[in-house]
């Protein structure tokens, strides 16, 4: 057992005896974050608590199926009410980016590197493949029962977060986690056709296009793609669309790392993945990012014309520093 289980005791002893709690998580939620939520929030309303969803950010279509989702609140900022408020997948408490949580008692719960532990309580483990690993094992710890729903929330979350079981970090525990929750009722089938093949013809076009003007930098290992405004527009979708494109260049046996790079407004978004030992994260925290070995990202507000040339000569650096290991 390497987990730490004088936290999660204390996060669960906490969450029996409060009764107002908020629960919050990223801006620009994904499977992980919003699996994670729903299924939490489900097993405290279970225990008599009252519960706030808070997001930043309304969920994306692809995740409106999941149970519960209607109740998650999208506001910027939270006033005061709840006696606990988690936070969970979130590195920084900045990255809610929902205001008002500073100097309230927080339940920090993730799985990322580098997490800055801004809770009263931190839960912070890095072996997990996805936060829903964690909620899944603080819902056992409370000994509530794993409904259909709950079990769906969360088999979500680690479907989503492990990339469809490729990621690392998958352990016998992820396959004997999803194993209790298919006992308890998650059809695989279904939530996988919900989340992967529901999606517009625009987004398969976006895609379509993106790949189409797939750049290759290091001899052929590094993978650029560039997305801008006028693209999403073209072809009817939005920034949520672009969830997974940035996996599909690591099809490719020669492609080591990829870089996306998706205009913002005046400001860049970047989202990094690389193949076995090769760290982007190391990549993206110079520049206030954070993330995983093989998944990170980054926001730049204010890129310089050479920001495309930095990032690719970073993410070469860390393609030969794995070579070199
Ligand atoms: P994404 O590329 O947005 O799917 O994010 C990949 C990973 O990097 C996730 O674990 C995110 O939580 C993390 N990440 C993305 N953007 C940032 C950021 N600006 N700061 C810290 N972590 C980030
Ligand atoms: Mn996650």
Known sequence: MTRPPAERTRIRDRLRSG????????????????????????????????????????????????????????AETVEA?????????????????????????????????????YGAVNWVDESACACGELVFELIEALGTRLTPSIATNLYVAILTDTGSFRHANITARTFEICRRLADAGVDAAAVAARVFNNGSLGRLRLTGRVLDRMQLEDDGRVAVLAVDEAMLRETGCDADDLEGVVNLPLA?????????????????????????????????VPFGGGGHRNAAGLTIEAPSPDVRARLVTEVAAAVAESRSA
Not at 83 to 99: H, I
């Open 252 to 284: 490719a046996g020669d492609v080591r790392a990829v870089i996306l790079l998706k205009q913002a407004g005046t400001g860049l978004r970047v989202s990094l993945r690389s193949k076995d030992a090769i760290d982007v994260r190391r990549v993206a």
């Open 81 to 117: 009410g709840a006696d606990t408020v988690v936070v969970l997948e979130c590195g920084a408490l900045g990255r809610t980016e929902v205001s008002g949580l500073e100097g309230r008692f927080i339940v920090n719960i993730d799985h990322h590197t580098g997490n800055t532990r």
């Open 19 to 74: 009764t107002r709690f908020l629960i919050t998580s990223h801006a620009r939620p994904d499977g992980d974050s919003l699996g994670s939520q729903l299924a939490l929030a489900e097993a405290l309303t279970r225990l008599g608590k009252r519960v706030r969803l808070v997001n930043s950010d309304p969920p994306p279509g692809r995740y409106a199926f999941l149970p519960g989702a209607p109740a998650i609140e999208v």
